[in-house]
Every structure is written in C-alpha cells, then in structure tokens.
C-alpha cells in the first residue's frame, strides 16, 4: 500500500477508513469478463483501487487495470457506482473500509493479461456462467452480479435485443 491510504492508515490503524476507488472491468469480444485471483482473500476479482489526492477516477481506474493486469484502457464505459453495507469490508491484514467505488467497463483495452504488482495471483476470462459469486472477493460480489444479471438479460430475446436463448414455454 502506497499513496493517500498508506498515510491514512498511519493516523488510524486498522480503524474503518471511508475509501474512494475506481475499477475496471475488461470484456473480451465475446463479454467474458477478466477476473484475478487475489492473494489476500483468494477470491476473484477486477482491478481497481483507492483513487489518490486530486485524481480523476477515471485516471485512477486505468492507473489500476495497468499495475494490476498489465493492460492499458482505450475507451471506459461508466457501468455503477459500488457503496452501502455490501461494499464495507475487512481485508485479511484488519484494515477496514467503507468502499465507495465507481466502476467502468473496458471494451477496447490493449496489451497482454498477465499479474503485475503481485495482489493477484492468476488472471483468467470468464463466461457469466462460469461466475461462481461465492469465490468472488465480497466488496465487489453485487457489483460483478449486477453484470452477470444485464449481460444474461441482453442476450434474453424476451427483455433483451441481441437474443441468443429461445424462451422456454
């Protein structure tokens, strides 16, 4: 740990610390999603961390995805906005924070997945329903079902326009 949250932990400890992030989540062509196995908690996860004094999240997001994963973002969509009791979360060292995270999609990225910084231990593209939400980290557990629920939704021909799935009646 580095930065803004390096100095803040310095001055309260483990204490709960109010914690602004921005993450990515990078789709492939064919809207897998890029998950990392974290070494803390070893549950999967995307890119993202604490946004530093005066850094536009959208800067801090791409900042992340490159230390994280090694990929440069080329266009970010705005996807949600991650906070409340699900995001509160107690890292494996007691370090506690009240996650308020924006999160972005990736579409267009270039480079080569691989861990760079050593916070993941693996990096794998997953189909939504290859998602098990119990192995995902849980601060981002709602934000990753969120996804899972509209991309299941947009391929539905009931709800959806781009139908792949034939109604079962």
């Given at each position: 740990?580095?930065?803004?949250?390096?100095?803040?932990?310095?001055?309260?400890?483990?204490?709960?610390?109010?914690?602004?992030?921005?993450?990515?989540?990078?789709?492939?062509?064919?809207?897998?999603?890029?998950?990392?196995?974290?070494?803390d908690?070893?549950?999967?996860?995307?890119?993202?961390?604490?946004?530093?004094?005066?850094?536009?999240?959208?800067?801090?997001?791409?900042?992340?995805?490159?230390?994280?994963?090694?990929?440069?973002?080329?266009?970010?969509?705005?996807?949600?906005?991650?906070?409340?009791?699900?995001?509160?979360?107690?890292?494996?060292?007691?370090?506690?924070?009240?996650?308020?995270?924006?999160?972005?999609?990736?579409?267009?990225?270039?480079?080569?997945?691989?861990?760079?910084?050593?916070?993941?231990?693996?990096?794998?593209?997953?189909?939504?329903?290859?998602?098990?939400?119990?192995e995902?980290?849980?601060?981002?557990?709602?934000v990753?079902?969120?996804?899972?629920?509209?991309?299941?939704?947009?391929?539905?021909?009931?709800?959806?326009?781009?139908?792949?799935?034939?109604?079962?009646?």
């Amino acid at each position: 740990m580095t930065g803004y949250m390096a100095e803040m932990r310095k001055l309260v400890g483990h204490r709960t610390i109010i914690q602004c992030a921005a993450s990515i989540m990078c789709l492939d062509e064919n809207g897998r999603i890029l998950l990392g196995k974290r070494n803390d908690n070893h549950k999967w996860g995307y890119s993202g961390g604490a946004v530093e004094i005066d850094e536009r999240v959208e800067e801090c997001a791409k900042r992340e995805l490159f230390e994280e994963m090694g990929l440069v973002a080329e266009e970010l969509e705005y996807f949600c906005v991650n906070s409340g009791p699900e995001a509160h979360y107690i890292y494996p060292n007691g370090d506690e924070v009240s996650n308020i995270e924006i999160v972005f999609i990736c579409r267009k990225w270039h480079g080569e997945p691989k861990p760079m910084d050593g916070e993941m231990e693996d990096l794998r593209f997953f189909p939504v329903s290859e998602i098990d939400l119990s192995e995902i980290s849980p601060p981002i557990r709602s934000v990753v079902e969120k996804y899972i629920s509209q991309a299941v939704l947009c391929r539905n021909p009931l709800v959806g326009i781009r139908g792949e799935y034939e109604a079962d009646f």
